[in-house]
């Protein structure tokens, strides 16, 4: 099976992406000075999203324990359809990436990843944590899902690169 990756930066073939790059960048997130300027280079609304990635962690753990975590898996797209839905919400992942899967039986799950833009997660005038909540409910819930993304705890092996 052909799977999709799409990345910030360019990777040489036949490298090997191991899982929980996504938890790793949290972990290097910074907090915002007293002016409001942010501390990171690459942050977009930083504290919030990861505040919204913890509620989704939350809910994974305490209700679908048996999911791959997004902080420790690899995010793969399975087929250029799903690619091009998942374009919509990546813009600044320019780089596409044909991948195989290490580990073809390691877990991984299938998510809508349509229910983490920007408009669903940080509405403006709901509250954000019931909010996120529902919608990290529903994410790991699974089933029909818009813009399918795929989580895999299995390492990935870099095929060919694409485009931009």
Known sequence: MTFYHLSTVIHPICVVLQPGNWGRKLDRSRYWDPSGRQLTI??????????SEMTLEAIRAAEFSDR??????VFVMDGLKAVDACRTYLGANPYLYEVE?????????????????GVNRFSIGVDFLPNNRDIARKYWAGGGCAVAEVLTESPIVIRKQLGK
């Not at 791959?68 to 898996?73: F, I, M, N, V, Y």
């Not at 899967?101 to 833009?117: E, G, H, R």
């Open 42 to 51: 690459e942050g977009f609304n930083e504290p919030w999203r990861l505040a």
């Open 68 to 73: 791959p975590s997004r902080l420790s898996c």
């Open 101 to 117: 899967l290490l580990n073809p039986i390691a877990k991984f799950f299938v998510a809508d990843f349509s229910l983490l833009n």
